[in-house]
């Protein structure tokens, strides 16, 4: 599934910011033999509690880094991605095929369609404050069974600078407003990955699976 980048109208700041030039420039930030080890020890954790899955969405997939580690670890696995940025998401059909790229805002997924798992990595936290109840609706409608959140994490809500620009980073717990907002979910595991980790650092993520009851 394909949208052209050039036909999106967008209801915020943060969306037009990531699909322009600043998500261009995040491509190559973050394509490494290294980041795709750091991905493998990192989804290896936190998925550990599924046992095997079948199919996964992830919303703001980028060029598919943290996908190809998915791959990896369930070979068998059927992946689906959606990307705001035109060129990340060109080459994330590359990754999953171009048949199951959305090259759109998470915002206006609509899709039913049904997965063992809806993934979100380092993505709710530079979506705008007001529209985050939007994404958690997406992720859990989605979700078959589990729904895995990797963000960075605060106790209250918080905006930070991000790369010399205000209001493109915000902290908060993500999770914790997911598990209020909807009864059927529980916490099944959590964990955090350090950036100083010596072997496979992350940047501070924090992350949570999340189950369907």
Same mark, same amino acid.
């Given at each position: ?48 509690? %599924? ?114 620009? %205000? ?47």
């Amino acid at each position: 599934m394909n949208k052209n980048e050039e036909s999106m109208s967008f209801r915020t700041e943060q969306e037009a910011f990531w699909a322009g030039s600043f998500g261009n420039e995040y491509i190559d930030r973050n394509r490494s033999d290294e980041y795709l080890a750091s991905n493998l020890a990192f989804f290896s954790k936190a998925l550990k509690q %599924t046992g095997k899955i079948g199919s996964l969405i992830e919303f703001g997939s980028n060029i598919g880094m943290n996908l190809r580690a998915i791959q990896l670890l369930f070979p068998k696995i059927e992946l689906w991605g959606i990307e705001i940025n035109q060129e990340a998401a060109r080459q994330l059909g590359k990754v999953i095929g171009d048949d199951h790229v959305l090259n759109s805002s998470i915002l206006d997924y609509q899709s039913n369609q049904l997965f063992d798992v809806s993934l979100i990595k380092g993505v709710l936290i530079h979506i705008n404050p007001q529209m985050l109840p939007v994404v958690y609706e997406n992720l859990h409608r989605a979700s078959r069974k589990y729904i895995l959140i990797c963000e960075y994490y605060n106790p209250t809500p918080i905006a930070i600078e991000y790369r010399g620009h %205000t209001e493109r980073l915000f902290k908060r717990d993500f999770a914790g407003e997911m598990l209020d907002q909807y009864e059927d979910l529980s916490l099944l595991d959590y964990g955090f990955s350090y950036r100083r980790d010596p072997s496979f650092p992350q940047g501070d993520i924090t992350w949570f699976l999340l189950a369907k009851s």
